[in-house]
């Protein structure tokens, strides 16, 4: 009776995979061309991956235009806007009363000017404004901050938060909220003066005071609002078709000159282990210093096909190669694809050879010394066998 310790097996595949560098895929019959092709491409070391599988670019521009937001808030209170002097940072924690003074520009620059004065030095007060007005950019909405504070010590807290104007339904300035443990204390349309409200929350005024003064629209746009209308303006299809188009003309191919003659060469596998290799369940694999050629392990299985897909030729001749091992898997590589038609080629080419294709890579290359192509790699005895094959001059293809 035989019997097989299959965690044993695992092992020993696993010292195959990493000592060759090839991956032992399972069957693809199941699949989508394109599903396996981009499985494989994900796996390619040292092939830079499309942007497309990555996460589109576009949702990343998105991250970083809200990023934006919290900068240029932050940029308010850096030295370019306290001219010089140092910042003063809000200490008002969650649990004590934090006035908002919602503002915007449509109040008039002498209004906006006599708000920072007031609320200069005022720790439990933030002014928030929405974001820049329709068709300017964060860095000119701060250099109109700046123009405004330019003579106001220390500068207030200001920031840029469309949330604050989300979460408040406000929409209309001056707006204030005393906001105290994430609730409404105090809520008052109309009014900006702060000794006005320091007087109200003497007396213990709070709840909805209701609108107590002249109230403008809002000048600045909802920078969350606009972030959602440019991504539904998105044609995501079209995007991703042109991410797929880029990986092609940005791809490195593997590529290597055409055989001139028939040649065959072997390759010893057999390498000295540099340091100990255990298993996962601490047992041993194999000791530092010990030689080891994994084809007396197990065998190869596999049966490498290595081509030019550019060259109509080597891919006809490809197409009548046969393996010693008729037991062996036959792997597909090609050393390029046509860039204009990349992912079409490749689908036609899998059509045809009714199996998976893969682009050759660095690693590959040269663990099977690979120089010329068309190539055929099998296993023969404890060595690979290498056979390199001319072209038939009738195809007319030239070295």
């Not at 200490?91 to 002498?110: A, H, Q």
């Not at 091992?325 to 899998?350: H, I």
């Amino acid at each position: 009776m035989r019997c097989f310790d299959q965690a044993l097996v695992r092992q020993i595949r696993s010292v195959f995979c990493l000592i060759l560098g090839v991956p032992f895929f399972p069957a693809f019959a199941d699949e989508a061309w394109l599903t396996r092709s981009q499985a494989i491409l994900q796996a390619l070391e040292g092939q830079p991956r499309p942007d497309w599988l990555n996460g589109q670019s576009e949702q990343l521009d998105v991250k970083r235009q809200a990023q934006q937001v919290v900068v240029a808030s932050q940029a308010i209170r850096r030295n370019a806007l306290s001219m010089g002097s140092e910042s003063h940072q809000s200490t008002t924690s969650s649990n004590k009363p934090l006035t908002l003074l919602f503002v915007s520009f449509s109040l008039g620059e002498s209004a906006l000017k006599a708000i920072f004065e007031e609320s200069a030095g005022r720790d439990d007060v933030l002014l928030v404004f929405r974001g820049p007005k329709p068709g300017q950019k964060l860095p000119a909405l701060m250099a109109d901050l700046k123009r405004l504070l330019k003579s106001i010590e220390p500068v207030p807290n200001i920031v840029i938060d469309p949330t604050r104007f989300q979460r408040w339904s406000v929409t209309s300035v001056p707006d204030i909220i005393v906001e105290q443990d994430n609730k409404a204390r105090l809520h008052v349309r109309g009014v900006s003066s702060l000794s006005w409200l320091d007087e109200q929350l003497k007396a213990g005024k709070q709840g909805e005071l209701g609108t107590l003064g002249d109230v403008g629209e809002i000048a600045e746009i909802d920078l969350l609002d606009e972030i959602k209308r440019r991504m539904a303006a998105i044609d995501w299809k079209q995007k991703q078709q042109q991410a797929i188009a880029r990986f092609w003309q940005q791809q490195k191919f593997e590529v290597l000159p055409v055989a001139l003659d028939d040649r065959e060469r072997t390759v010893d596998l057999t390498i000295t282990a540099p340091r100990d290799l255990a298993a996962p369940n601490g047992q041993w694999i194999v000791r530092a210093g010990q030689t080891v050629n994994p084809l007396d392990k197990m065998p190869f299985g596999l049966c490498l096909m290595v081509f030019d897909a550019t060259v109509p030729a080597q891919v006809e001749l490809i197409q009548h190669q046969s393996c010693q091992d008729k037991q062996a898997r036959v792997m597909y590589l090609v050393t390029q694809l046509p860039r204009q038609s990349g992912w079409d080629s490749l689908k036609n080419l899998e059509t045809l050879l009714k199996s998976p294709v893969y682009l050759l890579t660095p690693d590959v290359r040269s663990r099977f010394l690979l120089q010329h192509v068309p190539a055929v790699v099998e296993q023969s005895g404890n060595r690979l066998l290498v056979h390199e094959r001319k072209l038939p001059a009738a195809t007319g293809e030239r070295p």
